[in-house]
């Protein structure tokens, strides 16, 4: 693949040396200057020259952007909203011509006339050598101003659309990450891993060069080196309830013969610039499908995964004085979560497990966003790809970050392949969550009688 790369990148920066001197020869000609600027290159793009031109302007308008300031790339945006969206005129008269015809044509000029210019422009765009990565960057920019400036919003739902289409499944590579990997590659999932920090090189051969470990990536032919996502996996007895073991360098390796569970315990999405176009379900699938092959002694499926936004939840309930599960008594015992040395005593966790594991069971099951969805962005993720809510750990993740982001508390997700579109279903359509009896169990009071989904 790399060869073919090569050859490919090859003829387009051969395509683009020959635009520019067609650039440059027309300049001369038209009396254009090179204080051109950003936005009349992109109109130049737009009105369709030659193929070597194309890329030439595409080229040059991406190196300009890549030399911009913050500033000047948000003026960029705007005029990437304001004078690259729909050519109303044109759309005016599409849907004039329509109203008289409803002819096959008009209506396919109906279609073309409302995109938004900035669409195409993008495409083009894509014409240049190492494009697709520069888009993916300039969104992550893009995303960066949204903070402020929700008024650039249609711009990114433009980026979104076009990505759901460049990074389809159908496109995606599987690809096993080892010690064998090009160290590039290994240096971009050190850099990437956003649940579990991978310390040093030793860390990350203790992760892909085990034989009890795993790590899986999508990648794209447009981004050769670059991965989009990826997952790390653990070959158990057992379903684990900490992460600790996991990561110990120093444990013990399993044969993976003797191995039936394998543990998704770490999934990160690489390319904040490709941020809603979902690759984590058809990763896990994959892996699966892939490591059962491999493996097929493993029957057992299942994440040890963090819980995000739990310990914010559990602090306003906390703050509140009137929580809807926490009672007088267990306000008392999560006084102890504010003693900084709580995790390294045992009677604190024995006390604070029973009440963690209550509130939990209610955070999971019962409380529900404005939008009537789980609180937990994790949670969303496992129930909308068809997994069930399996187990809850109170004490999974006793690290600093672990503490902080969820008082410890981690989460089992398991995976059943025939049940996994029932799941899916259940959870997107009517907003179920399928959690196992020992999960429901853990609800107290009037929410314990709640008619929650069985487990499968």
Same mark, same amino acid.
């Given at each position: 693949? $790399?060869?073919?790369?090569?050859?490919?990148?090859?003829?387009?920066?051969?395509?683009?040396?020959?635009?520019?001197?067609l650039?440059e020869? /027309?300049?001369?000609?038209?009396? +254009?200057?090179?204080?051109?600027?950003?936005?009349?290159?992109?109109?130049?793009?737009?009105?369709?020259?030659?193929? &070597?031109?194309?890329?030439?302007?595409?080229?040059d308008?991406?190196?300009?952007?890549?030399?911009?300031?913050?500033?000047?790339?948000?003026?960029?945006?705007?005029?990437?909203?304001q004078?690259?969206?729909?050519?109303?005129?044109?759309?005016?008269?599409?849907?004039?011509?329509?109203?008289?015809?409803?002819?096959?044509?008009?209506?396919?000029?109906?279609?073309?006339? /409302?995109?938004?210019?900035?669409?195409?422009?993008?495409?083009?765009? #894509?014409?240049?050598?190492?494009?697709?990565?520069?888009?993916?960057?300039?969104r992550? #920019?893009?995303?960066?101003?949204?903070?402020?400036?929700?008024?650039?919003?249609?711009?990114?739902?433009?980026?979104?659309?076009?990505?759901?289409?460049?990074?389809?499944?159908? *496109?995606?590579?599987?690809?096993?990450?080892?010690?064998?990997?090009? &160290?590039?590659?290994l240096?971009? @999932?050190?850099?990437? !891993?956003?649940?579990?920090?991978?310390?040093?090189?030793?860390?990350?051969?203790?992760?892909?060069d085990s034989?009890?470990?795993?790590?899986?990536? *999508?990648?794209?032919?447009?981004?050769?080196?670059?991965?989009?996502i990826?997952? !790390?996996?653990?070959?158990?007895?057992?379903?684990?309830?900490?992460?600790?073991?996991?990561?110990?360098?120093?444990?013990?390796?399993?044969?993976?013969?003797?191995?039936?569970t394998?543990?998704?315990?770490?999934?990160? #999405?690489?390319?904040?610039?490709?941020?809603?176009?979902?690759?984590?379900?058809?990763?896990?699938?994959?892996?699966?499908?892939? @490591?059962?092959?491999?493996?097929?002694n493993?029957?057992? *499926?299942?994440?040890?995964?963090?819980?995000?936004?739990?310990?914010?939840?559990?602090?306003?309930?906390?703050?509140?004085?009137?929580?809807?599960?926490?009672?007088?008594?267990?306000?008392?015992?999560?006084?102890?979560l504010?003693?900084?040395?709580?995790?390294?005593?045992?009677? +604190?966790?024995?006390?604070?497990?029973?009440?963690?594991?209550?509130?939990?069971?209610?955070?999971?099951?019962?409380?529900? /966003?404005?939008?009537?969805?789980?609180?937990?962005?994790?949670?969303?993720?496992h129930?909308?790809?068809?997994?069930?809510?399996?187990?809850?750990?109170?004490m999974?993740?006793?690290?600093?970050?672990?503490i902080?982001?969820?008082?410890g508390?981690?989460?089992?997700?398991?995976?059943?392949?025939?049940?996994?579109?029932?799941?899916?279903?259940? *959870?997107?359509?009517?907003g179920?969550?399928?959690? $196992?009896?020992?999960v429901?169990?853990?609800?107290?009071?009037?929410?314990? &009688?709640?008619a929650?989904?069985?487990? $499968?």
């Open positions: 693949m $790399s060869s073919n790369t090569s050859f490919f990148g090859d003829l387009l920066g051969s395509i683009a040396e020959r635009g520019r001197a650039l020869r /027309s300049s001369r000609v038209s009396g +254009a200057t090179k204080a051109a600027t950003l936005v009349e290159r992109c109109e130049e793009l737009l009105s369709g020259k030659g193929e &070597a031109s194309g890329v030439a302007l595409a080229t308008i991406l190196d300009r952007y890549g030399r911009m300031k913050t500033g000047e790339r948000i003026a960029f945006f705007e005029a990437l909203a004078t690259f969206g729909v050519d109303r005129a044109r759309l005016a008269a599409a849907i004039e011509a329509y109203g008289r015809t409803e002819s096959d044509a008009a209506a396919a000029e109906l279609n073309a006339a /409302s995109e938004p210019r900035r669409l195409e422009l993008f495409r083009r765009f #894509n014409m240049a050598q190492g494009a697709t990565l520069s888009l993916v960057r300039m992550e #920019n893009l995303m960066d101003a949204l903070v402020h400036r929700r008024d650039l919003s249609a711009v990114d739902r433009d980026f979104g659309h076009l990505f759901s289409t460049w990074f389809n499944r159908g *496109f995606l590579v599987l690809r096993r990450i080892d010690w064998a990997t090009p &160290a590039n590659v240096e971009k @999932i050190i850099r990437y !891993e956003a649940v579990h920090e991978i310390r040093d090189w030793n860390d990350l051969r203790a992760r892909v034989p009890d470990r795993h790590c899986y990536a *999508f990648f794209h032919p447009a981004l050769v080196d670059e991965p989009l990826f997952v !790390e996996v653990a070959l158990e007895k057992e379903i684990p309830g900490a992460i600790a073991p996991i990561l110990d360098q120093q444990r013990q390796h399993l044969d993976p013969a003797k191995a039936t394998a543990v998704f315990y770490s999934i990160s #999405n690489c390319q904040r610039g490709l941020s809603g176009v979902s690759f984590g379900n058809f990763l896990i699938k994959q892996v699966v499908e892939e @490591i059962s092959r491999e493996l097929p493993l029957t057992t *499926f299942v994440t040890l995964s963090p819980a995000p936004a739990f310990g914010k939840w559990l602090e306003a309930e906390r703050a509140s004085g009137s929580s809807a599960v926490l009672s007088a008594a267990d306000l008392e015992t999560l006084k102890l504010d003693d900084p040395e709580w995790p390294q005593k045992d009677e +604190a966790r024995d006390t604070i497990t029973p009440v963690l594991q209550a509130a939990a069971a209610y955070y999971f099951l019962v409380a529900r /966003s404005a939008k009537g969805r789980p609180l937990d962005p994790v949670a969303r993720f129930l909308g790809n068809g997994a069930r809510l399996e187990r809850i750990n109170a999974g993740d006793l690290s600093a970050k672990g902080a982001q969820a008082a508390l981690m989460v089992n997700y398991r995976y059943v392949l025939t049940d996994i579109e029932k799941n899916h279903e259940a *959870f997107l359509g009517k179920d969550v399928v959690a $196992s009896s020992a429901k169990k853990l609800l107290r009071g009037e929410h314990s &009688a709640r929650l989904v069985p487990a $499968s």
